[in-house]
């Protein structure tokens, strides 16, 4: 009895490497969270979010790492399960490197090594993971693939903006830009009449996450239902993102917080932080093809809320503008908020309608077609005319492949 013959090293290994790369993010975020624990009650300044900021980005880490696993093993060559992969891995990185320095510089100064160094990682390492993600990532969802040849230059943008944004955090001399309680150990005098082209990485980046935004919609055009219905997933959760951005975003100009000073400020940028999660979980749902629930009515909903609630600060911002220069504050914010109040489910219903027009066409044309039904049938007597109106709109709104009537006498 001949056994069967055994796959080559090469591909054994090729099958555990995701595997692999799961672990090591995971060692990683274990050990961070070991050392955030320890670090606890030692004050640090951070350019972003607050002291919880680093434990969600962990753990939106082994997310994102976890997703990645499953479909880079059960979708052998799928790209965006390593992508998935790579982002979490840059994820745990960023957090392990800032937590250890932390501990080695300020919690117990000196007991562990390499604490500068450490910063130094935790700096520029952040800047992969939102690359990756807003650009990589997107180009290549839901297929793996990129949408055509001539996206390869937005691609190639994108991953040299990324290149030369980590540059510039690598060799800038002085504090830390991410860390600024440390100086970069590895600065460059020398590169400061470059900076202004090192910071350009920025703005090329910026293009490029529009550019790759533009290819989900030209990818959505021509895509079958079920492709659309994985893009709509994932349109879902960075949604959710954005709206955390604006959420921000308006509370900072209605604070005066643009700075990032605020404690309130630094918890909304922690929420936005925590829907990179979310993004990982409907890459999942969508990529793995499972459980693929409609969800046209949560896409509008979601675009709905973001924009009453954009639309909302904005006039609170104006009233308390204007009723503030003729009274005295507390009656400003008190009438403002009534206002506002009073504005909301009127402005939700208004939004809703116009978002179902243009998001959520097809249940918008549903509805409009039973309300005339429903209204045809005041004036309507004769039971032929009922069934033969009853059987269009059927096959208007729910396209069945056939119809049949039983009408009791």
């Known amino acids: 009895?001949?056994?069967?013959?055994?796959?080559?090293?090469?591909?054994?290994?090729?099958?555990?490497?995701?595997t692999i790369v799961l672990g090591v993010?995971?060692?990683?975020?274990?050990?961070?969270?070991?050392?955030?624990?320890?670090?606890?009650?030692?004050?640090?300044?951070?350019?972003?979010?607050?002291?919880?900021?680093?434990?969600?980005?962990?753990?939106?880490?082994?997310?994102?790492s976890v997703v990645g696993w499953m479909i880079a093993k059960r979708r052998q060559g799928h790209s965006v399960g390593w992508i998935c992969l790579a982002i979490?891995?840059?994820?745990?990185?960023?957090?392990?490197?800032?937590?250890?320095?932390i501990y080695s510089v300020?919690?117990?100064?000196?007991?562990l090594p390499l604490g500068e160094f450490a910063a130094w990682v935790g700096n520029w390492s952040w800047v992969w993971a939102i690359g990756l993600m807003a650009?990589?990532?997107?180009?290549?969802?839901?297929?793996?693939?990129?949408?055509?040849p001539g996206w390869r230059p937005v691609l190639w943008s994108g991953v040299g903006g990324m290149v030369l944004a980590t540059t510039l955090f690598a060799v800038v001399p002085g504090p830390l830009e991410s860390i600024q309680w440390v100086d970069n150990p590895f600065g460059l005098d020398g590169a400061r009449p470059f900076i202004e082209y090192l910071s350009f990485g920025f703005a090329v980046l910026a293009?490029?996450?529009?550019?790759?935004?533009w290819s989900i919609r030209s990818r959505f055009v021509r895509a079958s239902a079920e492709t659309r219905t994985q893009i709509k997933w994932f349109a879902a959760s960075t949604s959710l993102v954005a709206a955390s951005y604006v959420g921000q975003f308006l509370y900072s100009i209605a604070t005066g917080t643009l700075d990032g000073g605020s404690g309130t400020h630094r918890w909304f940028q922690?929420?936005?932080?925590?829907?990179?999660?979310?993004?990982?979980?409907?890459?999942?749902?969508?990529?793995l093809k499972y459980r693929l629930y409609d969800i046209d009515r949560i896409i509008s909903r979601t675009v709905s809320y973001t924009v009453v609630i954009a639309l909302l600060a904005a006039i609170y911002v104006g009233l308390v503008t204007a009723i503030g220069s003729q009274f005295e504050g507390s009656l400003s914010v008190a009438a403002s908020t009534l206002a506002v109040a009073a504005l909301f489910n009127p402005l939700r219903k208004r939004v809703q309608r116009w978002v179902d027009r243009h998001f959520n066409r097809s249940a918008y044309d549903t509805e409009q077609v039973m309300d005339e039904f429903a209204g045809s049938l005041r004036d309507e007597v004769d039971v032929d005319d009922v069934v033969d109106g009853w059987v269009e709109v059927v096959e208007e709104t729910m396209q069945p492949s056939s119809v049949g009537v039983w009408v009791r006498q």
């Open 106 to 111: 300020l919690t117990n100064p000196g007991s």
């Open 88 to 101: 979490g891995l840059s994820l745990c990185l960023n957090t392990l490197s800032t937590e250890y320095a």
């Open 1 to 18: 009895m001949m056994s069967e013959p055994s796959a080559p090293p090469s591909s054994r290994l090729s099958r555990h490497n995701p």
């Open 207 to 213: 293009v490029s996450v529009l550019a790759a935004a």
């Open 135 to 148: 650009c990589v990532l997107v180009l290549h969802f839901s297929d793996g693939r990129l949408p055509g």
């Open 25 to 64: 993010s995971a060692a990683m975020a274990a050990v961070m969270a070991g050392f955030w624990i320890a670090n606890f009650g030692t004050p640090a300044e951070f350019a972003f979010g607050n002291r919880t900021t680093p434990l969600l980005l962990a753990l939106d880490g082994v997310v994102f």
């Open 270 to 287: 922690t929420l936005t932080i925590a829907m990179f999660g979310a993004l990982a979980a409907s890459i999942a749902i969508a990529v």
